[in-house]
């Protein structure tokens, strides 16, 4: 058997490859297998959050500094292979955020699209627009991009949600651009539910365009309406191998993913269920809403129980058991892969 050993370069190589780089050039050869590989091999690692950790470290920088001081406190989800980076997986940003009684995070605005997951929510509320929504747990918020929001909370307990931006995509394509408003709040210009009776009951108004372009103009799906829907489903049909019972959220407008960049939908898995193993090229952040998962990931396996956040990055092999009667959320960047047609998957 013949053995290669790695080496560098020859002398020669490095002397013309030492020659070239002033004048700003590289020989791709040297480069070529990490440009163009085989397959993905994510920079990234599956990891899982905890909820009462990550509650109780936010209630302290409750205490250290206000919403006002902090534009939004946030506990940003690092993920582990690249600290500092502010990304749970390769393209989304993702962190817990904390209002506390009375406290507003002032009007602004950016590129990114948002969207929010409510772990407590206590009737705390998100405007979008100059319209307010009130959020509750497992509820699904969206701020479009470029539209103004602001969040706050009136009554006398905390609002708890995790955040997840397409930042890195828009930054990755330098075209972030952001502004602040000089009202702190937006004025209310429409009732809340406005939005939802516009557009979400199954109708839409003659010669109205979508207020948000490509992004729906439904900015809360309510925990319960989907829930109660994925119940249904999840009574009525067989169960997917590898999905589980999944429903997608869209769109009303096109039936496409709620966001440009960003795909998100809800899963149930009965106690006892075990999903046969997939890898799919989209990096997913999972909120955990109900009960308990066993989670395999490449080399990695936790357990995640309720507000639990996990990360599977592209291209990993995983599988998941419920340990309980379970119900998550996920959401990823297959929105975008799917427009830039890149996204695959494989099933075993
Ligand atoms: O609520 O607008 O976690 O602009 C990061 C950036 C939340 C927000 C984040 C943001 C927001």
């Given at each position: 058997m013949q053995t290669t050993i790695a080496a560098g370069p020859s002398k020669e190589r490095q002397a013309f490859y030492d020659k070239i780089a002033p004048k700003h050039l590289s020989p791709l050869w040297e480069a070529l297998k990490g440009l163009v590989p085989v397959e993905p091999r994510s920079k990234f690692t599956p990891h899982v959050w905890r909820f009462d950790e990550c509650r109780a470290l936010l209630m302290e920088a409750g205490a250290l500094l206000t919403a006002e001081e902090a534009e939004r406190r946030v506990l940003v989800f690092e993920n582990p292979s690249m600290p500092?980076?502010?990304?749970?997986?390769?393209?989304m940003y993702s962190g817990m955020q904390l209002i506390l009684p009375g406290e507003i995070a002032a009007a602004h605005r950016h590129t990114a699209s948002a969207l929010r997951l409510v772990l407590?929510?206590?009737m705390g509320y998100t405007a979008v627009a100059g319209e307010r929504t009130l959020m509750e747990r497992g509820d699904f918020v969206i701020t479009p991009n470029w539209a103004w929001h602001d969040h706050g909370q009136e009554n006398d307990k905390p609002v708890i949600w995790i955040d997840g931006l397409d930042l890195h995509i828009i930054n990755f394509f330098e075209t972030a651009f952001s502004e602040h408003s000089n009202d702190k709040m937006q004025l209310q210009a429409r009732q809340i539910g406005e939005s939802q009776a516009r557009w979400g009951s199954n109708m839409r108004p003659f010669n109205?365009?979508?207020?948000f372009g490509a992004t729906t103009p439904i900015f809360n799906y309510k925990y319960k309406a989907s829930r109660e829907a994925l119940m249904a489903v999840a009574a009525s049909e067989s169960i997917d191998?590898?999905?589980?019972y999944a429903l997608r959220y869209v769109?009303?407008?096109?039936?496409?993913?709620?966001m440009p960049l960003i795909a998100a939908w809800l899963t149930h898995l009965p106690k006892g269920f075990e999903s046969r193993e997939l890898r799919c090229t989209d990096g997913q952040t999972i909120v955990m809403l109900e009960g308990e998962l066993h989670v395999e990931a490449g080399d990695k396996s936790f357990t995640a129980g309720e507000g639990d956040v996990v990360a599977l990055p592209s291209w990993v092999w995983r599988k998941v058991r419920a340990s309980k009667d379970a119900v998550f959320f996920t959401f990823s960047d297959r929105s975008a892969q799917e427009k830039l047609a890149i996204y695959r998957e494989e099933r075993r």
């Open positions: 500092g980076g502010s990304r749970i997986t390769a393209t407590e929510g206590n109205t365009p979508s207020p191998p590898h999905l589980g769109n009303p407008l096109d039936g496409g993913w709620p």
